[in-house]
């Protein structure tokens, strides 16, 4: 009788401890190792990836030739996808939670897109190195000692070897494997190698999942050496310890009862139902698997799936001397006139002659299966899909039976089995069978993240926001208008502040023409704890005179501070710069004066300053709270004595209100401009254009023009709106420079909030009172502590407006460069790809969303240089937002990380949940809004309009009501309050 675990190989494993070279072992000492390959790391022509497989596996042969080594190569594709969406979706669900935030109807419709457009997806190599390997001495004096030592413990033979793999096999092994991953990592291909995790062991548990999948989850772990604590009681008395020792791998692998069907063609195990089949004659030339895979898959949907395994199992050793002499013979004796045999002997022979070309044993081998809780007469349908799409394989001839059909279901799991035995094997040419690789489909860069996408053979994809993979702080996005661009950017910020590791929001700061960043905050400030719902705050600037709530001085420093530091000092110039815009050699050099001579005229630190003194009722909240704290207000106090004051109190929000009247403004510059000292210098003509210019940007700023009163507070996520201060298409150089000084401090606005790090207390000047000194020390070591520890984002929506200015480009290089040591990320979006030409280098991603003509892709491939095939898949596959949900748009994102570079194509489908989430449109967001306040709860709300409006708008219905109210109803509630009563009369009626 032929137990269940004598079809398993495996005798014993690897120590947990010897993470970095995990293996196992079977009972006659061959050992293996498991790779899981995830496919190319960068979009390959069906021609392109022909090659890379070729030379992965030819670069691999030279360890073949000789009977020392195998390779099992699996793929496997089934519908199993729960533990693969919880394992994406829970730190999700556990992070927004953790914030405070409600996301259950984003994440419940996530899941459900998920469920419908990805497939579970395994590509395995299980690399096996046999005894005949090593030295045959050094194997047996090896063997001979395990033998020994087992007799002398009295074990019997069903425990694991407490000495682990073979010492003697150890060397060359993990010569192999490594030969593997270079070969796989050289050709563009990304693989791991699997072993011991935290919580198991995943090389064992994917070879125990082959065959035994619902009873073995991804963490399980087999009992090794060592880990018996509480041994069997024996029936009799007995010598034997047995008990104490781990059982051999095999007896923890094979549990379940197996049952053949009477035609040998299905076998039951593990409560699946398994149909079986292998290639018992190979086609005449091998065929790519991407054709097998098209043929299973039909048309692609979710519906066609066909849950399915194919092992390639490769030999070296292949005995080819005799089959020479074989086809010499024959060759001698074919007719002329038989031109297919001839040719075909011709081609096997030359093929032979060649030394570079390796041959190795192969087979090739299937499964498909009924899973527990499906129809079992459902296996004969996906037997009959399966066997049909292996004989339009380039038509070999398929068998779908055998004496042993157990044998050959543990044949197609990697790694149960180290030789396989079904059929005959085939004498191939490495170059041919390389043909047959899986390797073709894209590979995700990473493993988990924030957003998930899905690439184009239904695998998740997912991307992490300050991925440790990353090797700079840059993201670009490029589409034409209406391609979805800022839909992408406002959809990643939601998934950034929500989903982010860590109990507090990041910093992300949203520059927006236009209001496409509203949805995003309205939900995000809806979804929050009332109490903190003024962390998050949408501003739009204004430009009026009449407008001082908007004030905002470019000349403010961080509290305390009499003099900029490095990086603040260069926003001040490029600020001055921008207004000035006139072309002078000398003007750089002029604005450094400035900028240096404003802040020590204005200093209470220098000789000659002249610091600005307090006035009454300047700031009557200031006054108030100073005489609460006893503070004496007097026509000689300064505003630099009154910051000071209010600090050394702990005041220090109060304190950086009154240091805003302490700082230098524009009109202090144009008086600065008549210094005589100044004019000697640089000559009266510039510094008299430099005034005009400066005088006329405060009547052209008012925004600009006196001290900061516009405050953003404790907020943390900010939305600035530029619309009505920016030249959407700027027809002179007046325009253009007005565009780039909104641009300047919109982003200075939230990036004086949360650049710097504690490097730079020492570079502060402060004032020299040691106790003042310590207070404003100590604050900002605490207030960078704070900083450094939360991941930041700044967003330019709509860069193509100042892309192109060489003092805008001169701040985001600063700010590029800076952004890994603040954790400061920076996602630049535009219409022209020509605005990313100098940052093209610095970038992490880079995600092209639609490309319409030619001329645009070949300027595309020329900034991003990209390849042809990367061009022609955009050309084929970027198709940018669809009015029917169920279309997925297609982009195409490129990513520089630690692993290289890879250009992949994903899908972004987003439901009618996320689409009223972000919708800005007047009338979507007023009705969202007013059903936020009615039912106090964001995913209710959500939820009603998604079930209403699956298209994520109301538009039409809104004209329709209106069309039948007042002149002076409020639409947007009346609309809410139907909604609401339709939404409870269909629970009602549901009850």
């Known amino acids: 009788m032929k137990y269940i675990d004598a079809y398993c190989d495996l005798a014993g494993m690897s120590d947990f401890a010897d993470a970095e070279r995990p293996c196992f072992y079977a009972h006659d000492g061959a050992t293996c190792t498991i790779i899981r390959v995830r496919g190319a790391q960068s979009h390959l022509s069906p021609a392109e990836a022909a090659d890379a497989m070729m030379e992965t596996l030819q670069e691999i042969g030279a360890n073949l030739r000789e009977k020392a080594h195998a390779l ?7 519908a199993n996808i729960g533990e693969e969406i919880e394992r994406l979706l829970k730190p999700l669900h556990e992070d927004s939670t953790r914030k405070g935030l409600s996301m259950t109807a984003t994440l419940a419709e996530t899941e459900g897109l998920l469920r419908q457009q990805i497939v579970a997806e395994r590509i395995l190599l299980a690399v096996w190195t046999y005894r005949d390997a090593a030295v045959a001495a050094r194997f047996r004096e090896d063997n001979s000692a395990r033998k020994d030592f087992l007799r002398m413990l009295g074990l019997s033979r069903a425990v694991q070897d407490p000495n682990g793999p073979y010492e003697s096999l150890r060397a060359a092994h993990w010569g192999f494997v490594l030969s593997v991953e270079t070969a796989l990592g050289n050709h563009g291909f990304l693989a791991e190698r699997l072993g011991v995790r935290e919580d198991g062991r995943d090389d064992l548990a994917e070879v125990r999942r082959a065959i035994l999948f619902h009873e073995t989850p991804e963490s399980w772990k087999p009992v090794g050496p060592g880990d018996i604590r509480y041994p069997k009681v024996s029936p009799k008395a007995s010598s034997d310890i047995s008990s104490l020792f781990a059982p051999t791998l095999d007896r923890q692998m094979m549990t379940s009862a197996a049952q053949a069907s009477s035609d040998l063609r299905t076998i039951e195990i593990g409560g699946r139902q398994y149909a079986v089949a292998y290639l018992s004659a190979y086609p005449r030339f091998m065929p790519p698997f991407r054709q097998l895979l098209d043929n299973l898959r039909g048309t692609g949907t979710r519906q066609r799936i066909l849950p399915f395994r194919l092992a390639l199992h490769l030999e070296g050793g292949a005995r080819i001397n005799q089959l020479r002499k074989v086809l010499a ?5 074919v007719s002329p006139q038989n031109k297919n045999i001839r040719v075909a002997l011709e081609g096997l022979s030359a093929a032979m002659q060649k030394d570079e070309e390796t041959f190795v044993y192969s087979r090739i081998m299937a499964c498909t299966w009924a899973e527990p809780d499906e129809d079992p007469t459902i296996l004969a349908d996906r037997r009959s899909r399966l066997t049909r799409a292996l004989n339009s394989w380039q038509s070999p001839t398929v068998t779908d039976s055998c004496g042993d059909p157990l044998r050959l279901l543990v044949e197609t799991a990697p790694g149960m089995v180290a030789v396989a035995r079904t059929g005959n094997p085939f004498i191939t040419p490495i170059r041919e069978i390389s043909q047959s690789l899986p390797f073709h489909s894209d590979a995700p860069v990473e493993l988990s993240g924030q957003t998930v996408f899905v690439t184009m053979d239904g695998k998740p994809m997912p991307f992490s926001a300050h991925s440790p993979l990353q090797t700079s702080w840059l993201t670009l996005i490029w589409a034409p208008p209406g391609s979805g661009k800022s839909v992408m950017m406002n959809a990643m910020n939601l998934d950034f502040a929500a989903f982010y590791r860590g109990a507090n929001l990041p910093f992300i700061g ?9 949805g995003f905050i309205d939900m995000l400030k809806a979804s929050l704890r ?3 719902q003024h962390l998050v705050e949408y501003v739009r600037l204004k430009n009026e005179v009449e407008a001082r709530q908007y004030r905002v001085n470019p000349f403010d420093l961080g509290l305390g501070r009499r003099a900029p530091l490095k990086r603040e000092q260069s926003f001040v110039q490029n600020v001055m710069l921008a207004m000035i815009g006139v072309d002078d050699p000398l003007l ?8 240096t001579n404003v802040y020590q005229r204005g200093s209470d630190m220098e ?13 009557p909240v200031i006054d108030r709270r100073a005489e609460e704290l006893g503070i004496t207000l007097h026509e000689d106090l300064t505003w630099w004595s009154m910051t000071d004051q209010l600090a050394a109190r702990g005041e220090f929000a109060m304190a950086e209100r009154a240091q805003r009247f302490a700082m230098p403004t ?4 144009i008086r600065y401009l008549s210094d005589s000292q100044l004019r000697s210098r640089f000559g009266d003509q510039l510094c008299n254009l430099a005034a005009a210019q400066i005088e006329s940007a405060i009547n052209q700023f008012p925004i600009f023009a006196s001290e900061t009163q516009l405050d ?3 907020a943390r996520i900010v939305s600035i709106e530029l619309k009505d201060v920016i030249h959407m298409n700027p027809n002179s150089d007046q325009d253009r420079r007005s565009n780039v000084l909104f641009f300047l401090m919109a982003r200075e606005l939230f990036v004086k909030r949360i650049a710097g790090s504690s490097d730079e207390v020492v570079s502060m000047r402060l004032p020299p009172d040691a106790d003042l000194r310590r207070v404003y020390t100590e604050y900002w070591r605490k207030r960078y502590t704070n900083i450094e520890q939360t991941r930041k984002r700044f967003c330019f929506d709509e860069f193509h407006v100042t892309g192109s200015s060489p003092l805008m480009a001169a701040q985001i290089d600063q700010d590029i460069r800076q952004g890994r040591k603040w954790g400061f990320e920076i996602y630049l979006a535009s219409q022209k790809i020509q605005d990313f030409e100098r940052y093209v280098d610095l970038a992490s991603n880079v995600f092209v969303l639609k490309s319409d003509t030619d001329r645009d892709r070949r300027e595309m491939q020329s900034v991003l240089g990209v390849s042809d095939a990367v061009v022609e898949g955009v050309k084929r596959l970027v198709n940018g937002p669809s009015k029917d949900l169920s279309i997925a748009p297609v982009f195409l994102i490129g990513r520089k990380t630690t692993k290289g570079e890879s250009w992949l194509f994903a899908k972004n489908r987003i439901g009618p949940v996320r689409l009223w989430a972000l919708t800005s449109t007047l009338e979507d967001r007023a009705v969202r809004n007013e059903l936020y306040a009615m039912t106090g709860d964001v995913n209710t709300a959500l939820s009603i309009l998604a079930a209403r409006f699956p298209n994520g708008s109301c538009g039409d219905y809104w004209r329709q009501i209106s069309g039948m109210m007042d002149a002076d109803a409020n639409i947007a509630q009346h609309i809410a309050e139907r909604l609401l009563a339709e939404s409870v009369g269909v629970l009602l009626a549901a009850e």
Do not use: H, Y
């Open 530 to 532: 009332p109490e903190e």
């Open 607 to 619: 000789v000659t300053s002249s610091c600005k003194v307090w006035q009454p009722a300047k700031d």
């Open 588 to 595: 750089t050099a002029l604005v450094e004066n400035i900028v």
């Open 510 to 518: 949203a520059m927006d023409v236009g209001e496409s960043s509203r």
């Open 72 to 78: 099992t190569i699996t793929f496997e594709q089934s």
């Open 666 to 669: 524009l009109s202090d510059v």
């Open 329 to 333: 013979t024959i060759g001698t004796v």
């Open 712 to 714: 953003i507070g404790e």
